[in-house]
């Protein structure tokens, strides 16, 4: 089609406008960053509240993001976190701060009951309050329901999340060992063993 020598110049050319192009590119990057990297997730209230230390504001701010009890239940988890924080730095009110954590938690599993990742979510996050609680044995024992609560609702082998099918086996095998794990507490702590 072309003579040799003519194909060695077209291909040459090509080569020296890409790296020209680049070069180009490259020194004007800091004038047009990328789209990702340019683009900033708004931090929730609730998180720049918590990191300054104002724990009432950023548990007002939380409760106030819930806008629809039915669909925002899962945002009591996030109450329930600035409790649980407040308790770990205010260990004198340590009790108090626990028992406002699950409150929350249970809120959340309550507006949720049908929902097996919600009583998973409210499992873990009971289990958590246990461990940080010294009367923790309440705690476990509503983890340990909150989890046979969530077990016995995963009936097929996929369950949708948001818009996604995920695989149920996965979920099952991290709420067993969850199980075995409160069960190995309760049995060390408490007197009422199950």
């Known amino acids: ?14 080569v020296l406008a890409a790296l020209g192009g680049f070069a180009y590119g490259w020194e004007r990057r800091v004038e047009n960053p990328p789209f990702i990297i ?22 007002k701010a939380a ?3 819930v806008k629809d009890e039915k669909r925002d239940y899962f945002r009591y988890y996030s109450v329930a976190a600035v ?16 028992g406002q954590a699950a409150f929350y938690i249970d809120k959340g599993a309550s507006l949720g009951p049908d929902d097996p990742t919600n009583l998973m979510e409210a499992a873990f996050s009971m289990d958590r309050v246990g461990d940080d609680s010294n009367q923790s ?8 329901q909150y989890g046979q609560d969530a077990m016995s609702q995963l009936k097929g082998d996929g369950i949708f999340v948001g818009d996604e099918k995920m695989p149920t086996q996965p979920i099952r095998d991290e709420i067993a ?4 794990k409160i069960q190995g507490k309760m049995e060390a702590k408490c007197t009422n063993k199950p």
């Open 1 to 14: 089609m072309f003579p040799r020598d003519w194909r060695k110049l077209w291909a040459g050319s090509l």
């Open 38 to 59: 340019t683009t900033k997730s708004k931090e929730p209230p609730e998180m720049t509240l918590l990191r300054k230390g104002r724990y009432d504001d950023a548990a």
């Open 63 to 65: 409760v106030d993001a």
């Open 83 to 98: 409790y649980f924080a407040r308790a770990a730095k205010d260990r004198s009110n340590r009790e108090k701060w626990v």
């Open 137 to 144: 044995c309440p705690y476990y024992e509503k983890a340990r």
């Open 177 to 180: 060992k969850l199980l075995n």
